[in-house]
């Protein structure tokens, strides 16, 4: 996500989850889903009004944007500028990571593998491998359990 799990609302950088990462936010819509609420507009189609772009993650303070008496206080352009300057820093770092990873990655070659876990008659957690190039089988433990 681009929010940098902060509440998107201008100057608010209420975290939106606790120290069990427990999500304590809200997702309010930026054009409302339900007939009759704020900014609804019916033109929209559900998968347009579900889209992560119509989303504002909030604290649980800042969700009077999705109250339907709060139409004329937050109108859809004043949201979305206001999700954007919350996310820009967040997409800006993201954008920089994702460049990187690529130009770091660049030259690797991909070789496609299928693991299948399975328990062998012993109880003990058995990975098979099989390349899907040249078919050959490679049976061991599982990395990391305790057989």
């Not at 819509?29 to 019916?42: F, K, L, N, Q, R």
């Not at 889209?51 to 937050?74: E, F, P, Q, V």
């Not at 999700?83 to 990873?101: I, T």
């Amino acid at each position: 996500m681009l929010n940098g799990s902060e509440c998107a609302w201008k100057g608010c950088h209420q975290r939106l989850l606790d120290e069990d990462r427990a999500w304590t936010g809200e997702i309010a819509h930026i054009v409302g889903a339900e007939t009759g609420s704020a900014s609804h507009d019916p033109t929209w189609k559900p998968e347009k009004l579900r889209d992560i772009g119509n989303l504002a993650l909030l604290c649980l303070h800042h969700t009077k944007i999705d109250h339907r008496d709060s139409r004329s206080n937050y109108p859809v352009e004043f949201l979305r500028k206001m999700k954007e300057r919350h996310e820009a820093p967040f997409r800006r770092a993201y954008q920089g990571f994702e460049e990187e990873f690529l130009n770091i990655t660049a030259g690797n070659v991909v070789t496609p593998w299928t693991i299948l876990l399975a328990v062998n008659g012993a109880g003990a957690s058995v990975a098979r491998v099989a390349d899907h190039d040249d078919g050959a089988d490679q049976s061991g433990p599982v990395p990391g359990s305790r057989d």
